[in-house]
T-cell receptor, first 113, second 113 residues
Framework: DQQVKQNSPSLSVQEGRISILNCDYT??????FLWYKKYPAEGPTFLIS?????DKNEDGRFTVFLNKSAKHLSLHIVPSQPGDSAVYFC????????????FGTGTLLAVQP | DAMVIQNPRYQVTQFGKPVTLSCSQT?????MYWYQQKSSQAPKLLFH???????NEADTPDNFQSRRPNTSFCFLDIRSPGLGDAAMYLC????????????FGDGTRLSIL
């Protein structure tokens, strides 16, 4: 049973527009959420994170929103650039001391020039 | 630059022939993780080391074992690889400090003949 779900396998956006990637989770004990970006033939690279005590975290063009009541988080990229084209993974920590992460299946973002 | 390095990047082995994948890190992180990622699926945690303490996930097959001889190195041993073990294997590290992300290597792509 998938505890972290990314229901959109792919997303295509025009350069300069906003990209919104979505993630849903089922476990209310998750306390820390992360987004990773992955280029082909490379490992996932940490992008941005948010603690469950917050509802928004911003870093440059990237903003993560957390809606705990809906068990939903989203990543906004504004403005989108062709170099943002990659697979984006949502991950959640299960609240234990081990820092164990549960990953979604990823969303492939294509930013069209 | 501090990093997580996985060797080899591509590994081909025969059905049933033992194989070892390696991971090294210069981040001096005390926690190291091994994930398995199959095509179009989420990375799945196999096990992790918290310092020298080994933590196995409940559903990790007995065929998979790990060694961590020192802080910098961690190995994944697959005793008798089956066709279903063909996957990308990702190593990651983190500190045990609260709310810190995991840092990934570029992975080893394992093929079984």
């Amino acid at each position: 049973d998938q505890q972290v779900k990314q229901n959109s396998p792919s997303l295509s956006v025009q350069e300069g527009r906003i990209s919104i990637l979505n993630c849903d989770y089922t476990n209310s004990m998750f306390d820390y959420f992360l987004w990773y970006k992955k280029y082909p033939a490379e490992g996932p690279t940490f992008l941005i994170s948010i603690s469950s005590i917050k509802d928004k975290n911003e870093d440059g063009r990237f903003t993560v929103f957390l809606n705990k009541s809906a068990k939903h988080l989203s990543l906004h990229i504004v403005p989108s650039q062709p170099g943002d084209s990659a697979v984006y993974f949502c991950a959640a920590r299960d609240g234990g001391a081990t820092n164990k992460l549960i990953f979604g299946t990823g969303t492939l973002l294509a930013v069209q020039p | 630059d501090a990093m997580v390095i996985q060797n080899p990047r591509y590994q081909v082995t025969q059905f049933g022939k033992p194989v070892t994948l390696s991971c090294s890190q210069t981040l001096n992180h005390n926690v190291m993780y091994w994930y398995q990622q199959k095509s179009s699926q989420a990375p799945k945690l196999l096990f992790h080391y918290y310092d020298k303490d080994f933590n196995n996930e409940a559903d990790t097959p007995d065929n998979f074992q790990s060694r961590r001889p020192n802080t910098s190195f961690c190995f994944l041993d697959i005793r008798s690889p089956g066709l279903g073990d063909a996957a990308m294997y990702l190593c990651a590290t983190s500190t045990s400090t609260y709310n810190q992300p995991q840092h990934f290597g570029d992975g080893t792509r394992l093929s079984i003949l």
